[in-house]
């Protein structure tokens, strides 16, 4: 298995508070990627990253910022979170750029925003 | 926006028949092609991937790719009850940086 740990696994958070799930790789993969899962939406892409402190903006990235200092971890951060954040959250890596090969992904972290 | 679609099924077979589930997009100039499987409460993970028209087999799983038609299926033989699972198609255009588009998913049921 590819080596791709995300933190924590769970997460109850109140309406309003940040958040920060954490993306921790030791494949050195080149890109990260955010992407969270809903139910009749499939994997939406949040943020992504293809390099140490390059990164750009998915199809759903409002209300969220992320940040890449150093290439095994790739931090998601919900600034202020609301009841429609609650989702599971998928990262995802590939060591070079998405064309042409697999996308590996951790275990995902479920959040509940009450 | 670029769009991968899929019927989200339920799509039930019984045990050792075939399953075909399929996916359309509408990037022109998508390049490759990825088929991924996911477990209930689990992460993805790659079944097949294609890059050119026609078909890849592996094993018991057969890829199918018409660019003309935008069109990729994925054909499970003898189908058995550890397919169930939801299968998700997910689409890259092969230019530069562009992450890979992901379909909603089609739950497939396999009734033994």
């Known amino acids: 298995d590819a080596g791709i740990t995300q933190s924590p696994r769970h997460k109850v958070t109140e309406t309003g508070t940040p958040v920060t799930l954490r993306c921790h790789q030791t494949?050195?993969?080149?890109?990260m990627y955010w992407y969270r899962q809903d139910p009749g939406h499939g994997l939406r892409l949040i943020h992504y990253s293809y390099g140490v402190k390059d990164t750009d903006k998915g199809e759903v990235s409002d209300g969220y910022s992320v940040s890449r200092s150093k290439t095994e971890d790739f931090l998601l951060t919900l600034e202020s979170a609301t009841s429609s954040q609650t989702s599971v959250y998928f990262c995802a890596t590939t060591p070079q750029g998405p064309t042409n090969t697999e996308a590996f992904f951790g275990q995902g972290t479920r959040l509940t925003v009450v | 926006q670029k769009e991968v679609e899929q019927n989200s099924g339920p799509l039930s077979v019984p045990e050792g028949a075939i399953a075909s589930l399929n996916c359309t997009y509408s990037?022109?100039?998508?390049?490759?092609f990825f088929w991924y499987r996911q477990y209930s409460g689990k992460s993805p993970e790659l079944i097949m991937f294609i890059y050119s028209n026609g078909d890849k087999e592996d094993g018991r799983f057969t890829a199918q790719l018409n660019k003309a038609s935008q069109y990729v299926s994925l054909l499970i033989r003898d189908s058995q009850p550890s397919d169930s699972a939801t299968y998700l198609c997910?689409?890259?255009?092969?230019?530069?940086?562009?992450?890979?588009?992901f379909g909603k998913g089609t739950r497939l049921s396999v009734i033994a």
């Open positions: 997910a689409v890259n255009s092969g230019s530069g940086n562009t992450p890979l588009v």
């Open positions: 990037d022109r100039g998508s390049q490759s």
């Open positions: 494949e050195n993969h080149r890109y």
